[in-house]
C-alpha cells in the first residue's frame, strides 16, 4: 500500500516537500514515481526513479524545482517541490511499479499500484 501526505495550500513561489508511505513492500523492490492531476486534464508523469535509486527522471515541467528523495528506515519517498507555479494545482499520486521507468510495461501503467492522493493548491 502507499499513503501520500503533505499537500495543502501554498503561495505561488512557496514549497511544498508530498511523502509517500509504502508497507508490505520495499520501496528498492520497485520504480517510484510521481503523477499529477488537475482538474479536467489526463493524469501526468512528475517524476520516476528506478527501484535501488539507481536512476530518476523528471518532467520537463518539474526539472530543477522538484526532487525525490528517500528515508530507507522509513520506506517513504518523498517530492520536494519548490518554486511552485499557477500550473501546479493538482491531485499529486505515488505509484510503485515493477518494471524500470521508461519502459514499455511501465508506460502501459502493468501491474502499478497507487496511493490515494494528496491535494496540491498553488494560490496567486
Known amino acids: 500500500q502507499l499513503a501520500e501526505s503533505g499537500g495543502g495550500l501554498v503561495q505561488s513561489g512557496g514549497s511544498l516537500r508530498l511523502s509517500c508511505a509504502a508497507s508490505?513492500?520495499?520501496?528498492?523492490?520497485?520504480?517510484i514515481s510521481w503523477f499529477r492531476q488537475a482538474p479536467g486534464k489526463e493524469r501526468e508523469e512528475v517524476s520516476c526513479s528506478n527501484g535501488g535509486w539507481e536512476s530518476t527522471y523528471s518532467a520537463d515541467s518539474a526539472k530543477g524545482r522538484f526532487t525525490m528523495s528517500r528515508d530507507n528506515d522509513k520506506n517513504t519517498i518523498y517530492l520536494q517541490m519548490n518554486n511552485l507555479k499557477p500550473d501546479d494545482p493538482a491531485v499529486y499520486y505515488c505509484?510503485?511499479?515493477?518494471?524500470?521507468?521508461?519502459?514499455?510495461?511501465?508506460?502501459?501503467?502493468?501491474?502499478?499500484?497507487w496511493g490515494h492522493g494528496t491535494q496540491v493548491t498553488v494560490s496567486e
Open positions: 508490505g513492500f520495499t520501496l528498492d523492490d520497485y520504480a
Open positions: 505509484a510503485a511499479d515493477p518494471s524500470p521507468c521508461g519502459s514499455t510495461w511501465y508506460i502501459k501503467g502493468v501491474g502499478r499500484s
